[in-house]
C-alpha cells in the first residue's frame, strides 16, 4: 500500500504541475487541490487544505483457503467508507494549514 499510495500522489502532482504549466511549489499545490484524485485505487478524491487526501476507505475480510476460486482471490469486500466519514473533520484535526488568517 505505500508503494501505490506514493505513486498515486506523485502522478497527482506530476498532473497539477503539468496542467498549472509551472513547477512553482505553492502553485501546483493549489492545482492538485483543485483537481480531483482519479487513480487505480483512487476514484474522485480531492485533497483538503490540511493536506489530507479525501478518499473513500475500504473494509476487507480475508477469504479462507476453500472460498478463494481463483489466484489473488483473498479478499471479500464488507463494507465501503465515504472518505468524509473516514477521516477526522478538518476543523478537529489541529493542522496549522487549515487555519486561516
Do not use: Q, W
Not at 469486500?77 to 473533520?89: R, S
Amino acid at each position: 500500500m505505500i508503494h501505490a499510495g506514493t505513486y498515486g500522489a506523485v502522478m497527482h502532482y506530476l498532473k497539477a504541475a503539468e496542467a498549472a504549466g509551472t513547477l512553482d511549489g505553492p502553485t501546483v499545490a493549489a492545482k492538485m487541490r483543485e483537481m480531483p484524485v482519479n487513480d487505480f485505487m483512487t476514484k474522485n478524491g480531492r485533497i483538503r487544505e490540511d493536506g489530507r487526501l479525501m478518499r473513500d476507505m475500504y473494509l476487507f475480510r480475508v477469504k479462507s483457503p476453500e472460498e478463494s476460486k481463483y489466484r489473488f482471490d483473498y479478499y471479500e469486500l464488507l463494507a465501503t467508507i465515504p472518505g468524509e466519514e473516514a477521516f477526522k473533520p478538518m476543523e478537529e484535526g489541529g493542522c496549522p494549514l487549515s487555519k486561516k488568517p
